[in-house]
């Protein structure tokens, strides 16, 4: 499992609240914490994880991440 969090998500799911979901997943996990948007950016809003243009680093971790195995 990969969890992907945002600094700037200050409403669904913040890092430490996808903390403590992983604590209770069980199984192996990993997460990713993204701090900012890229090119230094803003970090983006929970949807902006998967709708705003500078995110894109968001989009490339996944798919790395998801090749690799």
Do not use: Y
């Amino acid at each position: 499992l990969l969890a992907v969090a945002s600094q700037g998500d200050r409403i669904e799911c913040h890092p430490e609240s996808a903390r403590a979901f992983l604590s209770n997943f069980g199984g192996k996990s990993e997460m990713f914490i993204v701090s900012e948007g890229d090119g230094g950016g803003a970090a983006p809003s929970h949807m902006g994880l998967v709708t705003s243009p500078s995110a894109r680093q968001v989009r490339d971790t996944v798919v790395r991440w998801i090749l690799e195995r």
